[in-house]
């Protein structure tokens, strides 16, 4: 017997059981008050100072993610152009041989799809008017969404790299479709 166990509590034995009047584990009280710490800070935060409750939080995490479904952040040429200049263009080059080469050819000639390499274009031919078709596709015509598949820099390099086709008229490609727009 330990010296903690040298005097039984009197009256609190059952079936040769005797029980003990041992203190708790310093860990185990450290744990305990820590949690009635923890929980009298929380009721503070979240009932007394008004911080932000789960529906709040709910409302702000959708409205990001709407944010995000309609295209990023707000663009236009110039800003696109400046994004051409730091997108990878070998990154753009292997995304439209994934995912863009089947329909357009792999020079951009266009097989099922439009020509991309002439100047004529059927939903506009400005960096802009490329990056939606690209990323919201044009299901009429078969062409689908990408923005769920791509990143927004992906996006944006398989934009560039279809817009450095344009005017480079590859041998066999389809005949031009849409008006004419004059290459940059």
């Known amino acids: 017997m330990n010296q903690n166990q040298e005097k039984p509590m009197e009256g609190h034995e059952y079936d040769g059981i005797q029980e003990f009047d041992n ?3 310093g860990w185990w009280l450290l744990t305990f008050f820590g949690t009635i710490i923890f929980s009298f800070l929380y009721y503070l935060h979240y009932e007394v100072a008004s911080g932000p409750n789960q529906e709040e939080q709910l409302k702000k995490s959708l409205a990001a993610i709407e944010s995000l479904k309609k295209g990023g952040p707000a663009l236009d040429d110039e800003k696109l152009l400046a994004l051409f ?30 020509n991309l390499t002439d100047t004529h274009f059927i939903h506009g031919g400005s960096p802009l008017a490329m990056y939606n078709v690209i990323s919201n596709g044009v ?15 992906d996006s944006v390099a398989v934009t560039a790299f279809v817009y450095k086709l344009k005017g480079t008229f590859a041998a066999n490609g389809r005949p031009p479709q849409g008006t004419p727009e004059k290459t940059q």
């Not at 200049?85 to 439009?114: M, V, W």
């Not at 299901?139 to 820099?153: I, R, T, V």
């Open 85 to 114: 200049q730091s997108s990878s263009p070998d990154k753009g080059k292997s995304i439209y041989a994934a995912k863009c080469a089947a329909c357009h050819g792999a020079q951009g000639e266009g097989l099922i799809g439009p």
């Open 139 to 153: 299901l009429d015509k078969g062409m689908p969404p990408w923005k769920d598949q791509l990143s927004f820099d």
């Open 23 to 25: 203190p708790l584990p």
